[in-house]
């Protein structure tokens, strides 16, 4: 796997008024933009072409990401235009630029993580492939439960989607083009026992708040400590 795509299409209103003329994905933890921190990331991990979809100021995020040489790997924009086209719609989108010859990451430029990158490079072997994280107080109840390396629908035992995966192209091109949402589409294909997970007992937060946020910038400062 060489290709990922990163959401950064969001208008972040709960981090309001910070995203009222910043996209969310810009929002600095620890002195560096989040968007920053991925594609980082991903560079290290071995990734050699990144996809970033764009809608609410995105152009601060072309003009913010730069030159391609600056990251050492092939950077390319989704541009979804004013309105998001949401994550099953962003993505099908972006498999233009993407390509359908082979598996990619998709991964939420909204979190921070200390997740490896690299360990996505392995699969999926089934159509999609989770992370799942312990849930935190705002997502209390879970989204899915794992069992075995399966992802299961069961209400037993949820743990929380971190945002990070990786698909086969099979998993979203069959779709129309439009704003949809990635849960509808997982949930069809884990009805079907297509998708495999694992799970990260490391650091994970959801950049969804002002409180959150002020979390991991406390956090990435004491790493770099």
């Not at 008024?17 to 929002?27: N, W």
């Not at 209390?140 to 949820?158: I, W």
Request: overall charge negative; charged content about 20%; cysteine-free.
């Amino acid at each position: 796997m060489r290709r990922a795509l990163l959401f950064a299409a969001g208008k972040g209103e709960r981090l309001r008024p910070l995203t009222a003329h910043l996209p969310k994905a810009l929002v600095e933890v620890g002195g560096e933009p989040l968007l920053f921190r991925h594609l980082a990331a991903l560079k290290k991990a071995g990734f050699e072409q990144v996809v970033i979809n764009l809608s609410h100021l995105g152009e601060q995020i072309r003009t913010a990401v730069g030159s391609v040489e600056r990251w050492g790997m092939q950077v390319q924009f989704s541009d979804e235009g004013p309105e998001p086209l949401e994550t099953g719609g962003g993505m099908l989108q972006a498999l233009e630029l993407l390509g359908t010859d082979e598996a990619f990451a998709a991964i939420n430029a909204d979190i921070y993580t200390d997740f490896d990158f690299a360990r996505l490079r392995a699969h999926p072997q089934a159509l999609a492939h989770l992370v799942l994280v312990p849930n935190p107080e705002h997502n209390r109840r879970g989204d899915f439960a794992l069992e075995d390396g399966q992802v299961l629908s069961v209400a037993a035992g949820r743990v929380t989607f971190a945002g990070i995966g990786a698909y086969q192209p099979e998993f979203i091109s069959g779709y129309k083009p439009g704003p949809f949402k990635l849960a509808p589409v997982l949930r069809t294909a884990i009805s079907h026992r297509q998708v495999s997970g694992e799970f990260h007992e490391g650091i994970w937060i959801d950049i969804g708040t002002l409180e959150r946020l002020q979390q991991a910038d406390a956090l990435a400062r004491g790493a770099s400590d």
